[in-house]
């Protein structure tokens, strides 16, 4: 199972907005809606963003967004803030009890 | 609150066995299945398998199939991953990710593996 397709790094200035993508196979983000995002700072774990594409956990600001067009899945972060800065996974649902992250995306708020 | 608390950092040199474990709190510990999950240094998260705490069923990623066992423990509700035949590319964070539907929603803080002769 081959990794999710992130970019290496994104950037944005205060108050903009940003989005990361996370392109994968019909045989995983195209086949399900089972599409997550994570959020981790350094020396921090992940932290939940958004699952099943486009949901938000109880307490994520709703300036983070998901959304998914075939096999590409989309994390868009509106009115960026500095604590945003952070590194960003995407995971996917792949079959068969598996599950597959993308390589990562480093958010760097200017 | 859900409470993941894992096992502190372990140092092993190549061809040991390390096992890492997770005990979970806050909530009913049959009703999740549990997640192990590691990262490199400087390297992104990589899925390693997943058990279901009620039957005690384990899947594993192809990349650690014949390495690694899942156990749990539901009279201490504490989850354990042991991984054989170290090498010097299993030096990661080893989490444990409590299994929502189709997603992470709780994360142990993470154990450092450190494989070094």
């Known amino acids: 199972q081959s990794a999710l397709t992130q970019p290496r790094s994104v950037s944005g200035s205060p108050g903009q907005s940003v989005t990361i993508s996370c392109t994968g196979t019909?045989?995983?983000?195209?086949?399900?809606?089972?599409v997550s995002w994570y959020q981790q700072h350094p020396g921090k774990a992940p932290k939940l963003m958004i699952y099943?594409?486009?949901e938000r956990p109880s307490g994520v600001p709703d300036r983070f967004s998901g959304s998914k067009s075939g096999n590409t899945a989309s994390l868009t972060i509106s009115g960026l803030q500095a604590e945003d800065e952070a590194d960003y996974y995407c995971c996917s649902y792949a079959g068969s009890f598996n599950w597959v992250f993308g390589g990562g995306t480093k958010l760097t708020v200017l | 609150q859900v409470q993941l608390v894992q096992s502190g950092a372990e140092v092993k040199k190549p061809g040991a066995s390390v096992k890492v474990s997770c005990k979970a709190s806050g909530y009913t510990f049959t009703s999740n299945y549990m997640h192990w999950v590691r990262q490199a240094p400087g390297h992104g998260l990589e899925w390693m398998g997943i058990?279901?705490?009620?039957?005690?069923?384990?899947y594993s990623s192809q990349n650690f199939q014949g390495r690694v066992t899942m156990t749990r423990d539901t009279s201490t509700n504490t989850f354990s991953m042991e991984m054989s035949s170290l090498r010097f590319e299993d030096t990661a964070v080893y989490y444990c990710g409590r299994a929502g539907s189709n997603h992470f929603d709780n994360w142990g803080q993470g154990t450092l593996v450190t494989v070094s002769s």
């Open positions: 058990i279901n705490p009620s039957g005690g069923t384990t």
């Open positions: 099943d594409v486009i």
């Open positions: 019909s045989s995983d983000v195209g086949g399900y809606t089972y």
